[in-house]
């Protein structure tokens, strides 16, 4: 079974930083690549940022400058680093990764239990 955990959310003031990690566990055959959504009360889930498995990444342009995706050097874990956080970063932040189950022979989205980020002004 696959499993996504996710850390590292909490309350932080405006201007701060703060580091989510997601850690991939259970039976994966290949990861073929991993990002981070969040979703404010009351609006869409959104894609925020991802890493292909080659290394390649793509940001919203509301957070583009402002947080950095990376991966460890086993391509299991995923980061999220946020400096200058701003009030409308608040949401819930969930890690996402595709990937192939080893018992699947196809590619499938797997989600963290999502963590909540507040920042305040």
């Known amino acids: 079974q696959v499993q996504l955990v996710e850390s590292g959310g909490g309350l932080v003031q405006a201007g701060r930083s703060l580091r989510l990690s997601c850690a991939t566990s259970?039976?994966?055959?290949?990861?073929?690549?991993m990002g981070w959504y969040r979703q404010a009360p009351g609006k869409q889930r959104e894609l925020i940022a991802f890493?292909?498995?080659?290394?390649?990444?793509n940001y919203a342009d509301s957070v583009k400058g402002r947080f950095s995706i990376s991966t460890n050097s086993g391509k299991n874990t995923v980061y999220l680093q946020m400096n200058s956080l701003k009030p409308e970063d608040t949401a819930v932040y969930y890690c996402n990764a595709v990937l192939k189950a080893t018992a699947s022979h196809r590619w499938d989205n797997y989600w963290g239990q999502g963590t909540q980020v507040t920042v305040s002004s």
């Open positions: 259970g039976s994966i055959f290949r990861i073929n690549g």
């Open positions: 890493i292909t498995n080659d290394g390649s990444t």
